[in-house]
């Protein structure tokens, strides 16, 4: 190596000005101008705000109330607002019905309002050729006004006009049906979980065109035809809120019909599996043995009872496959037990006879005199034909003579069977127009010509009625891109077609939101805004009186069918729809925290999967996570077996709503098995000529565990009582002894934070996962790097199957979260002192301290710590979501659950400042506030008065793992109880 | 040894490069108005005689390790030339005058354009005329709406998790973190804000020195 430098050395006169630097003398060099460049010399700019914005200030949250519209209960949420961006949405404790609970889907509305995929401005359709003369499709960015002008010269032309949309709110739906009336479009609502059968049943039932609200506040048993109550159906959050209160207390029995076993009867006390599509059966069944118990009182019409004495119960039970017994205890006990409620419905329902299902338990109901008091008439509206869209789709496919207009909002590309073939009409049809609706690009907003972006609802006003109160959305923040609301492009396109509706009589969407709001006083406006709820005082009560032309007409056809094949003993294999906490109907298909949580029944993430029961999967040759292929006339999917104990022989199961998007940037990693495409019809979810073959493939499904056993150990508790706590046998739990240490007592002198989990209220929802992804800045690391068993959540649900008694099997959900445990084996094998435990029973990890040994993660005993293998990169718009009080971690450092320390710290310097300690009940973590069974309980287990210490004092309440390992874990667990009658 | 002074020397050579020194400004010669009462100088920056080991105090004062910003003596030339000398010991304002969600807030905001602009409506002319430049600048970012970017001086360590509104209800000044800025034409660094120095004032104070109070 020579340098040139000036030295005059006399010695060495060979040198003449240069010298020859040795390796060492180099490398010297080399590091110190190397190391030199790892410094960090950022220079970092802060920008004054211009004025400044009213309450706010700088790094303070402000709470706006506002409503959830990610599904038609609309729960109230407040939505935690830092620095004018939304970083969290929580439950409104406000709210009157949910009552500060929410569910995984509402947890994850941030995500859907920062979506990489959202659209910024209009588009428009352009088809272009490239070298290869093939023809590209590609959206070119116009104004909102050429855009709208461009559709008012279409509607203004065509002779055929179409509006295909899913569900809406209050204020948006009166708009679509004023601009859809006074404009001749031919209107379809459809989504597939919807509630309009159930609306349909009370209108046949009782004249009333809303669905019924029911009321569990005070029930004493509880019987479900498939109806998921806990989980998507009707108002899943009310519901778990009261069910959680009674079997707290143990005042409620509950009951549970379906095929196959949902969160909802993993909770039940008495779970019966039947055959699928019989639900209706046995629920009449159940009616008949009602009214022959009642002889003397009977409520119903003569007609109907005319009409259903020809249907015998033995015969409808024996179709079923229900013990004859447990309808007969059944129906005995619900006459004894008042009041009690019968739901039927939801998605494993899904079939020819599910309004006749759902007519029926209203009229068990009515016969239990439950109606007027537990079931009143103002639940949720739907429009009168919504969800019947078969004929339309038809109409719709026709060829025309390209003069039709089609407006389009909600996923149809992916909801729609592939026999309505609608992603590729457009070549096969010719249509008109074809104008989107749509928040992000995905598949049906690429059918369109042109793309109208709508606004997310935190960003737009709205209004929605349920139970007699009024549920306020407002926008919490400013529209992120050149959006509107669809009530807004509907009024410009009316005002501009003079349409002949009064409600077009404004200057924008705005004064009808307004008109609408300010029929309120000026005091409930206040409180609306405040609050986000307020009672709507003039509404007359609707008393349900049962119609004289009810009529209950089963369709026997399939189960005829069904038994011919079963007396030549070759059972044929039926496919049964399945809703999924994590998925919904697709709705939310592109967002990370949803696709990345695994579904606690299937345990599989992000990706599809098929359920079969062990007996079957052994008739058919197939093991668990084994790639199969469903083929059916409509379609087919690829994807992996999950065997499941819980359900019913020779059916299979399969999840709705887990899309594959090939034009969003997540649910396009989703392998692509989108189970509506199975499917033959919309409405009746019918399946002609089912096949299931296994690929012959190396490749295995990934499931989040690899048993549901307790391999021999006593992991869980599960307790069988009376009604009154009364256990029905003293099981021997090792008592535990306290063992010697040898190190001293941890000394705790103010707080000693710990954490109660009741496992008899958690119903596996997984809100509380979500809901840390969105606290704790927690990547989203992709399908591939999941499978290998490295997805970063700090809580995630468990799954135990426990026998109870003889073949009976209890699903246990266990959220498992870091322990803080007070003898942590984690603890002592960190190299760098990143972990240790602090002065408030905390297990604290330091990440710039972390060196990435991993010690701490094998040495745990409950497997909690997460490593951050690579630099998870956050998309440059869900970047706005991250919450500044918690640190990015980086790549190499290990990372876990912190009890939410930044919540703690925030609320004991509020304490501070006004010279107190922390109330009891005060700091919540994020997966406590999420909770909608208030399962979690957190606080001081110093002070001996609080709720966390009382509660983790019960007599279920044991230590995981504690008595094998002496850990001393912060959190107790309480242990899943089911009654026994 | 001399290699390890080659080494030192590349390395320091490197960091002096980044500097962006603000060596003449009309401002510096300006030094106190009267009747202002400051103690000394750097009261509160230099007052830590006992350092702990591994905060490099000496090194970090001459600039040897680690990057120009997160050095003290660091004195960013600013869009504006705002000086503390004139609004503060001149006119007595309060530093949470303009600083407002210092006790509020875990951040001492920025004051607004607005609020800045709430004084200079009126006051445009000064005793300099250098000076006045500097409103006529505030004046055209009020005009053209702009935000101004301010560079910051005090940039904390990441992973690190600072809240102005404890300290100062914990009765910490100001001036023992930001030095005197009352004394500071130009505002420089005053602290190394290394764990050491934070660690050593919570000792001092009987603050709790648990990793979690700060590191989250």
Redesign the interface.
């Known amino acids: 190596m020579i340098v040139h430098i000036k030295k005059k050395d006399k010695e060495n006169k060979n040198f003449e000005g240069k010298i020859n630097l040795s390796r060492?003398?180099f490398t010297?060099?080399l590091?110190?101008?190397l190391?030199?460049?790892c410094?960090?010399?950022?220079?970092?700019?802060?920008?004054?705000?211009?004025?400044?914005p009213e309450n706010s200030?700088?790094?303070?949250s402000v709470y706006y109330a506002s409503t959830c519209s990610e599904c038609k209960a609309g729960c109230g949420i407040l939505a935690e607002v830092r620095e004018g961006r939304v970083i969290k949405v929580e439950g409104n404790p406000d709210d009157p019905f949910s009552r500060g609970g929410t569910c995984a889907l509402g947890q994850s509305t941030v995500q859907g309002l920062y979506d990489p995929n959202r659209i910024r401005e209009p588009l428009e359709r352009m088809e272009v050729q490239d070298n290869f003369g093939r023809t590209i499709v590609q959206f070119k960015p116009i104004t909102a006004s050429e855009a709208l002008s461009k559709v008012a010269t279409a509607i203004k032309n065509s002779n055929k006009r179409y509006f295909i949309c899913d569900e809406l709110d209050y204020l948006n739906q009166t708009v679509v049906e004023a601009f859809c009336s006074s404009l001749n479009f031919n209107l379809a609502q459809y989504q597939p979980f919807n509630h309009s059968d159930l609306q349909q049943a009370a209108y046949e039932v009782w004249g009333i065109d809303s669905t019924p609200s029911y009321d569990l506040s005070n029930v004493r048993i509880v019987v479900s035809f498939g109806a998921e109550f806990l989980e998507y159906w009707l108002d899943p959050v009310k519901f778990t809120k009261e069910w959680a209160y009674l079997r707290k207390n143990g005042l409620v029995y509950h009951y549970q019909f379906e095929p196959r076993c949902t969160l909802t009867g993993s909770k039940a006390d008495n779970w019966i599996p039947l055959k699928p599509g019989t639900e209706a059966f046995v629920a009449l069944a159940l009616l008949k043995i009602i009214l022959k118990l009642k002889k003397n009182n009977v409520e119903l019409p003569l007609k109907l009872i005319n009409q259903i004495s020809k249907y015998d119960e033995d015969e409808l039970i024996s179709i079923s496959g229900v013990k004859k017994d447990i309808v007969y205890g059944l129906a005995s006990s619900l006459l004894v037990n008042t009041p009690a409620l019968v739901l039927g419905g939801g998605v494993q329902a899904k079939g020819v006879n599910k309004i006749q299902l759902e007519k029926i338990c209203l009229l068990i109901n009515h016969c239990l005199g439950s109606v007027g008091q537990n079931i009143t008439a103002d639940g949720i509206k739907f429009r009168s034909n919504f969800g019947k869209v078969r004929a339309f789709l038809d109409e719709i496919q026709q060829k025309s003579d390209g003069k039709a207009i089609i407006l389009l909002k909600g996923q149809f590309a992916s909801w729609v069977p592939n026999s309505f073939a609608l992603t590729e009409f457009r070549n096969m049809v010719k249509p008109g127009l074809i104008v989107a609706f749509s928040d992000i690009l995905d598949d049906t907003a690429k059918l369109a010509d042109i793309i109208l972006p709508l606004n997310h609802p935190l960003e737009s006003f709205s209004l929605n009625f349920k139970g007699g109160k009024m549920f306020l959305s407002q926008p919490v923040m400013i529209p992120l891109y050149k959006t509107k609301p669809l009530g807004e492009y509907l009024t410009i396109l009316g005002k501009a077609l003079e349409a002949k509706s009064a409600m077009f009589k404004v200057n924008n969407f705005e004064e009808i939101f307004t008109n609408e709001f300010t029929k309120f006083s000026s005091v409930e406006i206040k409180k609306a805004l405040e609050k986000g709820v307020v009672d709507v005082v003039n509404t007359k009560k609707t008393s349900l009186t049962l119609r004289n032309d009810i009529s209950i007409n089963l369709n026997f056809d399939e189960y005829v069918k069904h038994g011919q094949k079963h007396k030549k003993g070759d059972k044929e294999v039926k496919l049964i729809p399945v809703g999924s906490v994590k998925a919904w109907d697709g709705r939310a298909h592109n967002r990370g925290w949803l696709l990345e949580l695994h579904d606690p029944i299937s345990l599989v993430c992000w990706e599809s999967w098929v359920e079969i029961s062990p007996k079957t999967s052994k008739k058919l040759g197939l093991k668990n996570r084994d790639i199969v292929a469903i083929l059916t006339n409509a379609g087919g999917i690829e994807c992996q077996v999950v065997v499941n104990k819980m359900m019913m022989d020779d059916t299979l199961a399969v999840p709705l709503g887990i899309i594959s998007d090939s034009s969003a940037s997540l649910s396009k990693l989703v392998k692509k098995s989108n189970s509506f495409k199975i499917f033959k019809d919309p409405e009746t979810y019918e399946v002609v000529n089912l096949k299931i073959t296994k690929i012959p493939t190396n490749k295995r499904g990934y499931q989040s565990q690899v048993t549901k056993s307790e391999e021999g150990r006593e992991l869980i508790r599960v307790k069988q009582m009376y009604p009154n706590f009364s256990t029905v046998d003293h099981d021997h739990h090792s008592e535990h002894h306290a063992p010697k240490d040898l190190y001293n007592q941890r000394e705790h002198p103010i707080f000693k934070w710990g954490m109660v989990v009741d496992l008899a209220a958690c119903t596996g929802c997984s809100a509380c996962v979500v809901a840390c992804y969105a606290e704790n800045n927690i990547p989203v690391v992709g399908p591939r790097i999941s499978a290998q068993g490295r997805r970063m959540s700090w809580i995630s649900i468990h799954q135990y199957e426990k026998h109870v008694g003889e073949n009976k099997v209890r699903r246990v959900w266990l959220p498992l979260m870091c322990q803080q445990c007070n003898n942590a084996p984690c603890e002592p094998v960190c190299p760098v002192y990143a972990t240790?435990h602090?002065?408030?029973g905390?297990n604290?990890m330091?990440?710039?301290?972390c060196v990435g040994t991993r010690y701490c993660a094998n040495n745990c005993v409950y497997k909690v710590r997460r490593f951050n293998w690579f630099e998870y990169e956050f998309p440059e718009s869900l970047k706005l979501q991250l919450n500044p009080?918690?640190?990015k971690r980086g790549v190499g450092v290990m990372e876990k659950c912190?009890f939410c320390?930044?919540r703690i710290?925030e609320v004991k310097?509020r304490a501070?400042?006004e010279g107190r300690l922390p109330k009891d009940g005060e700091i919540k973590t994020a997966c406590q506030q999420a909770c909608p069974a208030d399962a979690i309980y957190f606080g001081n287990l110093n002070d001996s008065t609080s709720l966390v210490s009382k509660v983790s004092n019960s007599d279920r309440g044991w230590k995981i793992l504690d008595e094998y390992v002496n850990t001393k874990p912060s959190v107790t667990y309480l242990a899943d109880m089911f009654f026994k009658v | 040894m001399y290699?390890?002074f080659?080494?030192?020397?590349?390395?320091s050579f490197?960091?002096v490069k980044?500097f962006?020194f603000e060596f003449s400004t009309p401002l510096e010669k300006l030094d106190r108005y009267e009747g202002y009462p400051v103690v000394g100088k750097f009261k509160g920056v230099f007052n830590d005689g006992k350092a702990a080991p591994w905060d490099f105090h000496l090194i970090d004062y001459f600039r040897i390790f680690?990057?120009?910003?997160?050095a003290r003596g660091y004195k960013?030339s600013q869009p504006i030339k705002f000086s503390h000398v004139v609004h503060v010991q001149k006119l007595r304002m309060e530093c949470s005058y303009c600083h407002y969600?210092v006790d509020?807030?875990?951040?001492a905001?920025?004051?607004?354009?607005?609020?800045c602009m709430n004084c200079h409506n009126q006051v445009q002319a000064s005793e300099k005329p250098e000076w006045d430049e500097e409103i006529k600048k505030l004046i055209k970012f009020y005009e053209s709406?702009?935000?101004?970017?301010?560079?910051?001086v005090h940039?904390q360590p990441?992973?690190v998790?600072f809240?102005h509104?404890?300290h100062t209800?914990g009765g910490v000044g100001c001036h023992e973190c930001h030095g005197q800025v009352a004394e500071m034409p130009v505002v420089e660094r005053a602290s190394s804000m290394k764990m050491g120095w934070c660690i050593e004032c919570h000792r001092q104070r009987g603050a709790s020195i648990?990793?979690?109070?700060c590191?989250?």
């Not at chain 2, 648990?210 to 109070?213: A, E, N, Q, S, T």
């Open positions: 060492r003398d010297s060099f590091g110190g101008f190391l030199s460049g410094a960090d010399s950022r220079k970092e700019i802060i920008y004054s705000h211009f004025n400044d200030i700088p790094g303070n240790y602090n002065e408030e905390l604290a330091i990440y710039n301290r009080d918690v640190t912190t320390i930044q710290n310097s501070k400042k | 290699r390890l080659i080494f030192l020397l590349s390395f490197c960091q980044n962006d680690g990057a120009v910003e997160r960013p969600t509020k807030s875990p951040f905001a920025l004051p607004s354009v607005e609020s709406g702009e935000q101004i970017p301010w560079v910051k940039v990441a992973y998790k809240n509104e404890a209800r648990d990793c979690y109070v590191h989250y």
